[in-house]
């Protein structure tokens, strides 16, 4: 896991490096500057394999194709010089996009805009700075995407791995399918998901909010929250963690092994669904369970099959079945 968030921020770091906003600024230098070519461009689908996607100030969208030969285009104010143009090269079998000149330095007077179709299975690193990066409905393999200042967005996508990132900004997605892992961290943002199903997933947030409905995973379940809430609709897991700091967190489990719940300074409410078994423990150094007092107190519901351990500082707590 920490190699994952380490090759997500640097994907992040990279966006960042390459910004040229619509007022004047300085690009950062990319490697092999000299390769690359200025302006829209089509490729052949069958010579990628990946794509690594740099983008600043705007709007980058990718959108789905199955044509053997797919089309970059960029909407762009008029007058550009073509050093504030997109630059792109095909560096074997990856694709390299960025919003500019390696150096640039210059003036933007408006968004630059662009599209990108993106065939199925391919790996793809995607970031963006003061920008909006949006995906349609994708098939695909390693998906690594980040934003600064900025949103990610998804429709719906079916990958091997996944791991996003923002920095004052926020993740967004209607439905993943992962096989693999998911990793999804924000830093003065929002991280939200409509449905999720993985092998395993974290999600995090500071100075933010987590939020899924309908999560599925064959693993483990791991999330926290620095001044923040979790809010979970409804997970299905073999363990589950999850801690706040300075925030609630509302939870509804269907099925688990076992769960793990904490929170300082926030109150924890637990809904067991599709008549979940539970042996609750609970802990608090100033709070109540079910409006009873007490530091240690103890629930049964049903056959009590899931243990969950529930622990507060100064936050009560509630547990309920259907």
């Known amino acids: 896991m920490k190699k994952a968030l380490s090759l997500l921020l640097a994907l992040v770091l990279a966006a960042a490096l390459c910004g040229c906003t619509v007022s004047i600024s300085r690009a950062g230098r990319y490697p092999d500057a000299e390769k690359y070519t200025v302006g829209d ?7 990628v394999d990946e794509i690594v996607l740099s983008w600043v100030s705007g709007e980058a969208r990718l959108v789905r ?69 949006i995906l349609d409905s994708h098939a695909l393999s390693a998906v690594n995407l980040g934003c600064t200042s900025g949103s990610v967005s998804v429709a719906s996508l079916t990958a091997d791995s996944l791991n996003m990132g923002a920095t004052s900004g926020s993740l967004a997605a209607a439905e993943l399918a992962i096989s693999g892992d998911l990793a999804a961290s924000a830093t003065s943002g929002t991280v939200s998901i409509d449905s999720l199903s993985a092998a395993s997933a974290t999600l995090s947030a500071t100075s933010g909010t987590v939020s899924a409905g309908e999560v599925a995973l ?14 979970f609709g409804s997970v299905r897991a073999g363990t589950v963690s999850a801690g706040s700091t300075s925030g609630d967190i509302a939870l509804g489990l269907a099925s688990c092994d076992s769960a793990d719940i904490a929170a300082t300074s926030g109150t924890i409410a637990v809904r067991l669904l599709e ?47 259907e």
Not at 41 to 47: E, G, H, I, L
Not at 296 to 320: E, K, R
């Open 218 to 231: 064959t693993g483990g379940l791991s999330t926290a929250a620095t001044s923040g809430a979790l809010r």
């Open 41 to 47: 461009f089509t490729f052949q689908a069958a010579d």
């Open 275 to 321: 008549d979940l078994g539970a042996r609750v423990e609970f802990t608090t150094a100033s709070g109540s369970l079910n409006g009873a007092d007490g530091r240690v107190a103890q629930l049964t519901f049903g056959d009590g099959s899931c243990p969950v351990t529930i622990a507060t500082t100064s936050g009560d707590a509630t547990v309920s079945g």
């Open 65 to 133: 194709s199955e044509a053997a030969t797919l089309s970059v285009t960029e909407e762009a104010p008029a007058g550009l010089p073509a050093d504030a143009l997109i630059h792109w090269y095909l560096d074997g079998r990856t694709l390299r996009i960025q919003y500019c000149a390696s150096g640039y330095s210059g003036t933007i007077n408006g968004l630059k805009r662009l599209t990108v179709e993106v065939p199925d299975g391919i790996a793809l690193n995607a970031g963006v700075t003061s920008g909006d990066l």
